[in-house]
């Protein structure tokens, strides 16, 4: 079981950039896929993107390819998402999900652990 924490959200002007962190804790962590959804007000959790423990595979949303790159630092057993030419339709409370042995990385239900979140919020 490994318990995850996110931090880095705020406010950001549309345009610019911003990075989120998420930790790792807890054993056998890198047995896992590890991805980071988004959530705005009444709408449904959605897949942001998804990398392997490994870092050998990634994996995007449409609407964020190009944009952001997720990434994993091993060392520091924490998980990235840096956000880049961020837009409004960005806004969102991002969360960092880990799963054991996913074979669909964009859907939900395959991940059983889940962050607090982080809000992020874009101007325009």
């Known amino acids: 079981q490994v318990q995850l924490r996110e931090s880095g959200g705020g406010l950001v002007q549309a345009g610019n950039s911003a990075k989120l962190s998420c930790v790792i804790s807890?054993?056998?962590?890198?047995?896992?896929?590890l991805a980071w959804f988004r959530q705005a007000p009444g709408k449904d959790r959605d897949f942001v993107a998804a990398?392997?423990?490994?870092?050998?595979?990634?994996v995007y949303a449409d609407s964020v390819k190009g944009r952001f790159t997720i990434s994993l630092d091993n060392s520091r057993k924490t998980v990235y998402l840096e956000m880049g030419d961020l837009k409004p339709e960005d806004t969102a409370k991002y969360f960092c999900?880990?799963?054991?042995?996913?074979?669909?990385?964009?859907?939900?239900?395959?991940?059983?652990?889940w962050g607090q979140g982080t809000q992020v919020t874009v101007s325009s």
């Open positions: 999900a880990a799963g054991v042995e996913v074979a669909r990385p964009q859907l939900r239900y395959a991940y059983d652990t």
């Open positions: 807890g054993r056998a962590w890198n047995a896992y896929t």
């Open positions: 990398i392997k423990w490994d870092g050998g595979s990634t």
